[in-house]
Each structure stands twice: as C-alpha cells, then as structure tokens.
C-alpha cells in the first residue's frame, strides 16, 4: 500500500507539471505583434450575411436571409481572406470559458461567436451554413465565396471538437460540399485532438495574446484529414443503459446473420469516435470520475485539477491492487471477451488472442491518448515488419490495438517508459462480450464512458468500422 502512494503521488506530480509545462509552451512570446484591425479584416463576415445567419438559427428558417436581405444594402460586403466562426463551451476550461467568449467576440464579432450553451452544431449547420448557401442560390456571389472560404475554430475539449466534427459530416451525407475544416483552441482535460494537430495541450496562460495568434494562424494554416469511426453496440433487450451524449439508440437495426450469441430480441445503439474506444479497467476508473464529477462539480476547477482527481481515483479501484478471490471483475479481460479483427483489404474475421494479463483494451485511431501520451509508441521498422504492422496515422483507415494490464504497467506506459501491449492493427473489429460471473462491464470512446450490463447466456456485441467520410482539420504548423 505504501509502493501504490508512493506511485501515485510519483504519476499525479508528472500529470501536473505536464500540464504546467503545455500552458508556459502554449504562451509562445515569438516577438510577433498581431494588430487587431488586421486580423479582423481577415477572418471579419460582412455584416449582412452573419446577421442574417444568426437570425436563421433563431427562427430555424434558412431561407430568411433571402427573404429579408440586400448585400446592396451593405457598404461592407468584401469577403475575407478566410471567413471565420467560432463555437465555445464556455464551461469548460474551468471559468475560463466565458471569458475566452468575450475576448473572442472583441477580437471577430459577437455574431460569428457561437456559445454551445445556446446554439447547438447541427442548428449552425442546417440553419447557419444553409442560409449562406440559399442566398448563394439567389445569386448572391458574397454568400457563395464566404461559404466556400469559411473556417471554424473551435474552443473546448476533445468531446466538443468530436461533437462540431460530426456534424459537420451531415454535409458530406447532403452533399453539401465543401465542408468547412476545423481548428481548436484547447479547453478540455486531455485535449488529444488539439495535440495530434499541433494546437497544443492546455489552454496558454497568456491566453489573450494566444488565442489572438491562434485566429491569425488558422487563416493559412494547412489542411489535414481525419479518419472517424462508427461503433455500433448490439445487446440483448431489456436491459437499461444510461447513455452517454456520443451514443443514441438505433432504431429498425437488424443484426448480422453471423453474430451468433444473441437472443430474439435486441436492442442496439451506435455513436461515432475520433480518439479511441476502450474497455475494461480504464473505462471503469473514467466512468467513477465522471459520478465523482457530477455529485461534487466544485473538485473540477480546470484540467490540472481534474487529471490530479483523475490520478487519486485510479488507485481506488484496483488499478493497482487487485484482489485475487472476491473481485473477479477485476481480473483479465480474456474471460469475458472474444476479439475478432479485419484487416486492411480484407473480409474475413479473424480472431486474435488476449493476452490473459490484460485488464483494458484500447482501440486508438490517433497519436495522443490520455493527455499526449503515446502508448503504441515509435516502433523501429523492423519490428513492424516481423508483427506486419504499419506506420500509424490519423488518416491510414487503421486502429491500433493495445493492452494495458495493471495499474503499474498503465504507469509506465503513461510516462512512456514502455509501450503499451501491442495486439493488432486493424481496419474492422468486432468484440464478443460474455459475462459469466461479471454481471456488468464498463466502456469508453473519446472519455465518455458507461456501464455496460453482461449476460451469462447471451451475448453482447460491438462492432466497430470506419466512416465513409473523412474531417477535415486546420493543422497548425
């Protein structure tokens, strides 16, 4: 019990003077004067046109921008070099999200600043963006080129960029294209999105100076893209689950004739992911800090906070000591679960083996997990070539498959003394779930976590395969 403080204290001090180390780099004095009024011209919408957005999300009519608005009636209807909107969750960052809004508001405009609170994604893009596109449609050669030209930046944490990037994919389904690519300035806990493109990890102490840097660097900065996964999760029915805002129920879905396990009657429901999806002891340790989070709000007053939270609670639930009689749903993973994977060009399922002292498996589409650690690790080209893996990327329509056994080894993975367990590579996996003594399970995707109920007779089933469209992503250099 000493050792497990000992550790703990050992890996709360580094997740806090990283997260110390990323606000003091996120400050980046490069000795450039950025002139307020040379930034607003740049990324400013003329005026008619982001009023009449604005009122199109309020009356949820994209067709009143053509019915009430003349760009004649505008002497400032230029179109900028990159058109700009902003969305903020001005609850995150601890209280630093409202004050972000109203700098950002001094910066752009109070109508191309878009608090989550109030106006949600998917109304910016069935009313805001097709109002820009209705007037186009009338003629209106502004409206088309600030559509066409338009950027978005968004101010939150991993789970608010995932919730902008899917719905902005609706316009890839409508055919409503381009679709406006996506920067971030980073307000979040783990900020692992942020990172993988450059944006950083924490939200800068001088945040005023660097969110004016961040809008002048999003201008120009390149395009990159991003690879989405949908996870479909098929259970028997009747069982309750309390969902977490990424997941809603699928209606009129009919299971594959291949899935074997399942009784008459199931339910299902699916989500999408950006980062990862995990299951087993890390998502029971996110689930515990999410009710710890709920019941008692004032523990979380900004990211080093939450991660020192974060870092006491995992040693509160076997992480590190697990108890080898009462507790079998502390043990490995092997028990209760089957993985079957399908490889890049590839329609087979193929089962692969779990290590028996894996305790959390990890399916991660990006570089960062866990506040920009990298658990795969920089793996040597030989090695690739005898496991007959790849390089891994954000957009190779692969997710890499890692196992992390007990809290000692997750440690060192997470100061990245070690790399994780390494299990595959794959472009499709499907999970088998079982439950035999374990009566419930618990998972993950993209730091959402939830429980999940287990069955002794049946089983439950998640399937997990990549979206048809790729984000796009500002990236800054």
């Known amino acids: 019990m000493a050792s497990s403080a000992v550790n703990d204290e050992s ?17 980046g004095i490069k000795g450039v004067i950025i002139d307020k009024e040379e930034l607003k011209q740049k990324i400013l919408i003329p005026k008619y046109l982001r009023v009449a957005m604005c009122e199109a999300i309020q009356s949820k009519n994209s067709n009143i921008g053509a019915q009430k608005y003349d760009p004649d009636d505008d002497g400032e209807n230029k179109v900028p070099e ?15 999200g409202s004050a972000l809004k109203q700098r950002l508001q001094e910066l752009i405009s109070q109508e191309q600043v878009f608090d989550l609170s109030v106006v949600k ?5 069935r009313y805001g963006l097709a109002c820009l596109e209705s007037l186009a449609s009338h003629g209106d050669h502004c409206a088309k080129e600030t559509r066409d030209k338009l950027r978005i930046i968004v101010a939150g944490g991993d789970g608010t960029v995932g919730w902008v990037l899917g719905s902005l994919t609706e316009l890839f389904r409508q055919n409503r294209e381009p679709v406006p690519p996506t920067g971030i300035i980073p307000l979040g806990t783990g900020n692992d999105l942020s990172r993988s493109f450059s944006w950083g990890g924490s939200f800068p102490f001088a945040w005023k100076s660097a969110v004016k840097r961040t809008l002048n660097e999003a201008i120009t900065a390149r395009i990159s893209r991003l690879d989405s996964w949908n996870v479909v999760v098929t259970m028997p029915a009747g069982d309750t689950v309390e969902l977490p805002h990424c997941m809603s129920y699928k209606e009129d879905y009919t299971h594959d004739q291949d899935m074997e396990g399942l009784p008459e009657k199931t339910s299902c429901f699916e989500g999408v992911f950006y980062n990862y999806f995990s299951v087993g002891m890390d998502a029971q340790v996110a689930y515990g800090f999410h009710l710890l989070r709920n019941e008692k709000p004032y523990l979380a007053q900004g990211p080093i906070a939450n991660k020192l939270i ?5 040693c509160t639930q076997g992480w590190f000591c697990t108890p080898c009689v009462s507790t079998p749903n502390l043990r490995g993973l092997k028990n209760i679960l089957r993985l079957y994977i399908k490889k890049m060009n590839c329609s087979e399922w193929e089962q692969v083996q779990i290590p028996s002292s894996v305790r959390s498996i990890v399916c991660l589409n990006l570089h960062n997990y866990g506040s920009g650690r990298n658990p795969w690790g920089k793996l040597k080209p030989k090695y690739l070539e005898k496991r007959g893996f790849v390089e891994a ?3 190779d329509g692969l997710l890499e ?9 997750a440690s060192f993975v997470m100061v990245e003394l070690i790399s994780a367990k390494h299990i595959a590579q794959a472009a499709a996996i499907r999970m088998e779930v079982r439950g035999g003594d374990w009566k419930k399970g618990y998972m993950q995707m993209d730091g959402e976590p939830w429980k999940q109920p287990m069955h002794e007779e049946y089983s439950t089933f998640v399937d997990i395969v990549r979206a048809p469209y790729q984000s796009r992503m500002i990236t800054h250099e």
Do not use: Q
Not at 11 to 21: E, G, H, N, P, Q
Not at 401 to 409: A, D, V
């Open 11 to 27: 890996k709360t001090r580094i997740t806090a003077r990283s997260s110390l180390i990323d606000s003091i780099k996120g400050c």
């Open 82 to 96: 990159a058109p700009m909107v902003v969305f903020v969750n001005s609850k995150s960052g601890g209280r630093k």
């Open 121 to 125: 994604p998917p109304e910016f893009v």
């Open 310 to 314: 974060y870092s006491s609670y995992s």
């Open 393 to 395: 990327h954000a957009d």
């Open 401 to 409: 498959i890692f196992g992390l056994k007990e809290g000692w080894h």
